[in-house]
């Protein structure tokens, strides 16, 4: 590898910078991967925020990757429904609408700042006031506002009008009445010096100290179930990845109660029979299989209730091959016919590997004030709140779509990845481990070449394949929606890859996606 420090590929530039900076500094995977983190908070603050929740799949050089579960969990008390700030948004993303749910009664218990400061304890070389500096430079610097944080904030303008502090979050400076357009300037002063005062006295802060009693009571007192025992007995949770053999690969993927790994597991298992390899990529032979293999792992979720949260048990039953077979018999038979994440996945030259996924959801609307910290609005969350809103079982970790995984095999090729998307995660990662791992395609084709879900009932395909193929497509699924060019609706999967000794990636352009190798 030569004097490479490291690789990062993430959904902004200031947030690949902050990385790349720490790994210049000396810094492993996981100092950098932290620095991201930060760095996301500021570059892209609809996606990521200290007031949500996430997942980091790591691998210490020779060492067994390890998940690290800071999701956020559901409170341990309820209350009448009367009492409750609960209300709808209509989020428009152009070409399709969605119903969100916002309000203090949306929060669910973070996990964000517990889950940083355990990563950091176990992990990191650096102390953290050095991982923070590169995002408490950008916040106080300003943020140059892009094309694509800027639709984001466009989509879910309801929420960011919603209160003072939203809007603070995404106004440029002189104009506060104002969500900031393309090329300008928005500054988060009040964010740098919650990171500094974080790294200074702990996460205590967060959790027992001001932060936390002051978000405690407003939830108390304006109609939330957050209380201050649910921020106190909060823990991050260290599980061990699941595990799946693909083409003599080794992959590692979020293991149960979370259940976006083991649907990945499961249409890569359907896919492992097919010889994908005998296909041409995007063309109609292989897509159909992908289609077909998306629309049997949704007949699972619901067939099987995946949606809910997941007995290791039930993972193992659902990936035995006497399970996967009756599966793989029905697939040959039919082959006839923002969500608020964000992804970082970092590597370096010490063979460290690091893959994390974190969401905000869209926001609750509520900004803990002098902290620049959006709370999240997991509660309000169609996809993760399958009993229906209010229904959930109390003090339990909420399951996930979000899958960081990597990827190993005897050849040296490692590969760190992961996608936001909500329940596109499973699709955007299904493919990109499609295009590497079986059609052995370069990393800017793999991640970039054009995507489609099943979802449902309706088939969404990105344009791009051939017309012959999109028509025949269109004949196999009548209830379709081809959508004209690329869009963040198909994930974020910025994916780092080692390889024959060098480095290489590529940050998703759906996405806003950057890649840097220092």
């Given at each position: 590898m030569g004097r490479t420090r490291g690789a990062v590929a993430a959904g902004h530039q200031i947030t690949a910078e902050a990385a790349a900076e720490i790994l210049k500094e000396g810094g492993n995977a996981f100092d950098a991967t932290l620095a991201a983190l930060f760095a996301s908070c500021v570059a892209e603050p609809v996606l990521a925020s200290l007031g949500g929740g996430g997942f980091l799949l790591a691998r210490s050089a020779q060492g067994m990757p390890i998940l690290y579960d800071f999701f956020t969990q559901t409170p341990r008390r309820k209350q009448p429904l009367r009492e409750v700030d609960f209300h709808p948004i209509v989020a428009d993303f152009g070409t399709a609408q969605q119903e969100f749910h916002i309000g203090i009664g949306s929060i669910a218990t973070p996990g964000l700042v517990k889950g940083i400061f355990q990563i950091h304890r176990d992990l990191c070389r650096l102390p953290l006031s050095t991982i923070i500096q590169p995002a408490c430079d950008a916040a106080r610097?300003?943020?140059?506002?892009?094309?694509?944080?800027?639709?984001?904030?466009?989509?879910?303008?309801?929420?960011?009008?919603?209160s003072p502090g939203a809007l603070r979050l995404h106004a440029e400076l002189g104009n506060p009445d104002r969500i900031a357009g393309p090329g300008k300037i928005v500054h988060h002063r009040e964010m740098a010096d919650t990171f500094e005062q974080l790294a200074k006295e702990g996460e205590a802060l967060f959790y027992l100290g001001d932060i936390g009693q002051t978000l405690a009571r407003v939830c108390g007192e304006s109609g939330g179930y957050l209380r201050g025992e649910d921020l106190e007995l909060y823990t991050v949770e260290k599980r061990s990845p699941l595990e799946l053999d693909y083409h003599g690969y080794h992959l590692f993927a979020n293991p149960p109660p979370s259940v976006g790994g083991t649907l990945i597991a499961f249409s890569l298992a359907l896919l492992e029979t097919e010889n994908l390899k005998g296909f041409v990529p995007g063309g109609y032979e292989h897509l159909i299989r992908i289609a077909q293999a998306q629309k049997l792992t949704q007949q699972l979720r619901h067939e099987y209730g995946v949606d809910r949260n997941l007995a290791p048990d039930t993972s193992h039953e659902i990936l035995g091959e006497k399970y996967i077979n009756s599966y793989r018999d029905t697939l040959r038979k039919?082959?006839?016919?923002?969500?608020?994440?964000?992804?970082?996945?970092?590597?370096?030259?010490?063979?460290?590997?690091?893959?994390?996924?974190?969401?905000?959801?869209?926001?609750?609307?509520?900004?803990?004030?002098g902290t620049g910290i959006m709370m999240n609005n997991m509660l309000g969350e169609e996809d993760i709140n399958p009993h229906g809103f209010h229904q959930w079982p109390v003090d339990r970790r909420i399951a996930s779509m979000m899958s960081p995984t990597l990827v190993l095999s005897d050849n040296r090729l490692s590969i760190a990845t992961g996608s936001g998307g909500s329940n596109r995660i499973r699709s955007a990662v299904l493919q990109v481990l499609v295009n590497l791992l079986d059609f052995d395609l370069d990393m800017r084709e793999a991640v970039e070449r054009p995507r489609i879900h099943f979802e449902s009932g309706l088939l969404n395909l990105e344009s791009g394949p051939s017309q012959t193929t999109i028509e025949q497509l269109i004949k196999a699924f009548p209830e379709h929606k081809l959508w004209p060019e690329k869009n963040l609706f198909f994930g974020g999967a910025h994916t780092v890859i080692f390889s024959h000794g060098g480095l290489n990636g590529k940050g998703d352009s759906r996405r806003g996606g950057v890649y840097i190798s220092v």
């Open positions: 610097n300003g943020v140059s506002i892009n094309e694509l944080q800027h639709y984001i904030s466009d989509v879910i303008s309801p929420i960011i009008k919603s039919h082959l006839e016919f923002p969500r608020g994440t964000t992804q970082i996945s970092v590597v370096d030259a010490e063979g460290n590997m690091a893959s994390m996924t974190v969401s905000n959801g869209e926001g609750s609307g509520y900004v803990i004030p």
